[in-house]
Each structure stands twice: as structure tokens, then as C-alpha cells.
């Protein structure tokens, strides 16, 4: 179990493909994969370590998201700020 401290400035991502979805943690300055279903695919493609790379598209997509550009996947809140 992954534990995060949730504040103001932070959010909870969910970004969506038809096939694949990913769970992204996004602080100011740090993004962090909590969970993904792509993972099985990014080990084919010889992608190696326990973290996601800063190229894969979830991630790229939630930085896109962040700084309010046009996204390629489906991104969804799960923390909406009050």
C-alpha cells in the first residue's frame, strides 16, 4: 500500500485508453504512478525498473492535463479540490 499526503495543491489523476487505465499522483513539481494497467506492456516493449518513464503517454498525458493542454486520453479527478 502506497501511502500519500493529499493537499491543496495536489491531485489524483485517472487517465483512460479503450484498453489500459493509470492511477497518477501529481504534486507541484513531482509526478508518481500509483497504479497502472499498462504495465504488462511497457515490460514487452523493454522498458525496465519498477517505475513508469517520463515518456510513457499516461504520464504525459497527466502533465499535459496539469498545465491545462489539450490531453490524448480520457483524464479524470479523483479528488476534486472543495
Not at 491531485?11 to 494497467?37: F, G, M
Request: with cysteine; aromatic share 6%; proline share 5%.
Amino acid at each position: 500500500m502506497i501511502k500519500m499526503m493529499v493537499t491543496v495543491e495536489s491531485t489524483i489523476l485517472q487517465v483512460k485508453n479503450r484498453r489500459h487505465t493509470a492511477v497518477i499522483y501529481v504534486n507541484e513539481s513531482k509526478i508518481e504512478v500509483v497504479d497502472c494497467t499498462n504495465s504488462t506492456n511497457c515490460r514487452i516493449q523493454g522498458v525496465k525498473g519498477a517505475g513508469c518513464p517520463s515518456y510513457c503517454p499516461f504520464v504525459v498525458d497527466a502533465k499535459r492535463y496539469v498545465q491545462g493542454l489539450k490531453t490524448k486520453y480520457r483524464v479524470e479527478v479523483l479528488n476534486p479540490n472543495p
